[in-house]
């Protein structure tokens, strides 16, 4: 999944992101959006997303995103 795939996935919507950390290699999942602060981002290996469930911003190596899908 690159870059833009997921900005897009997120610009309009609330979504729930599964990646896996790197650090642990475990997987997790996070409701989120993009940051409400966050204009706009540039291309890059990591996104910031805002975490809806703990009220704050995170950010997320791409290459690490297993799937990107509705809420429910």
Do not use: G
């Not at 996935?9 to 790197?22: A, D, E, G, M, P």
């Not at 997303?49 to 899908?69: A, L, Q, Y």
């Amino acid at each position: 999944m690159s870059f833009s795939e997921v900005y897009k996935h997120l610009l309009q919507k609330r979504k729930k992101v599964t990646y896996r950390s790197l650090i642990s290699n475990n997987t997790y999942s996070v409701h989120c959006t993009l940051p409400p602060h966050i204009k706009k981002q540039a291309v890059s290996d990591k996104i910031v997303v805002w975490d809806i469930d703990k009220n704050k911003s995170m950010d997320i190596e791409i290459n690490t995103i297993e799937r990107v899908e509705e809420c429910t």
